[in-house]
C-alpha cells in the first residue's frame, strides 16, 4: 500500500507517539483493513479507481488522524483515540457546513 506521505513522516509520526517498530506496523496494517473495507463499499462515482489510486490520492491530514487515533488505541490510549476522532469528524462537518 502506497501511502501519501513518505518514510520519514510516518517514523516521525511514529516517534511522537513513542510506538516501538512492531506497534507501528500494526498501526499502518489496522489503516490498511479499514481502507479496503471502505474501499469495498467506495459510492459508484469511484469504482474506476484501484485501491491503490484512491489510498494515494487521500489526504494526508485523514491519514495523519487515522494514524493518531490508531496509534493512540495501540498504546493504550482509547479515550484519547476517540477524542481525536470526534474532534475530526466535527472539523469535517464545520467544513462542509462552511462550504454550503
Known sequence: MKLP????TLNAWSSLL???????ADVLKEIEKTL?????H??????HLSFEELVAGMAV???ALMFLATGLRHTGHPEAAAAV????LAAQLQAQHEAD
Open 61 to 63: 491530514d485523514e491519514l
Open 85 to 88: 476522532e470526534i474532534r475530526g
Open 42 to 47: 467506495r459510492p459508484h462515482s469511484l469504482r
Open 18 to 24: 513513542n510506538l516501538t517498530e512492531e506497534q507501528a
Open 36 to 40: 479496503r473495507v471502505g474501499y469495498v
Open 5 to 8: 506521505v513518505d518514510d520519514e
